[in-house]
């Protein structure tokens, strides 16, 4: 089943502690947004790669998209304000399409069967999200006193890819805007729809490459992959 992906990469590098865009950081000799973008350039059923960047940013990501010989990038949106307003850039700008996957350009070690199953999911149900169970024990809290422990059982770590058949993730993208609704993530929009959700269990090494602990971690994947 082919696919467009959406990768919003118009981020900062606050949580990095980093002067400039985390993803223009590198990773073994490469921006971690080049080994996030590998992954989707080798995915035979990824028909196209759009990206949502700062304009001030857009010529310095094409210029490694360029001189890494990718061919599957269709376009750039002009990022905005909250992650939700980069995504929604990209979808009002992409062509018509079955299944999206919307995936951070934070994320470079999405595992290719992991797509693979979100999409035929996506296309079959409407929607599939990337997840991981819960390994920690969760406890609710105010002010530093736990008020409970929750079953950890029914408890999942939300990741991305999330993939949908488009024009559903595209409707509750104009309906999160027009209630002026921000979600934590796209799944949250189409489940105010009403419309169900499902699970596709990832990888823990699906890791959002945040702070400068992350930087040591992702090395370490690498090797092990190499
Ligand atoms: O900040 P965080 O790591 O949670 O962002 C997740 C992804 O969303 C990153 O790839 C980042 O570049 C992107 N982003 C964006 N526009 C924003 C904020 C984040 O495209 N306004």
Known sequence: MNYTVVLPAAGSGKRMKAD???????????????HTLAVFERDEACTGIWLAVKQSE??????????????KVR????????????????????????????????R?????VVISNLVQTAYEKGAAIAAVPVKDTIKRAVDGKVLETVARE???TIQ????????????AARQALADAFLG??????VERLGEPVHLVESTYENIKMTTPDDLVYGKAILEKRQ
């Open 154 to 156: 029914q408890l999942w």
């Open 58 to 71: 857009q010529a310095i990501i094409e210029a490694y998209v360029r001189e890494a010989g990718f061919t």
């Open 75 to 106: 376009g750039y949106a002009t990022g905005g304000k909250e992650r939700q307003d980069s995504v929604r850039a990209c979808l009002e700008l992409i062509p018509a399409c079955e299944v999206v996957l919307v995936h951070d350009a934070a």
């Open 20 to 34: 400039k865009n985390k993803l223009l950081l590198e990773l073994a000799d490469q921006p971690i947004f080049l």
């Open 184 to 189: 934590t993530d796209e799944a949250m929009l």
């Open 160 to 171: 991305t890819p999330q993939a949908f058949r488009y024009p559903l993730l595209l409707q």
């Open 108 to 112: 470079p070690f999405i595992e290719p």
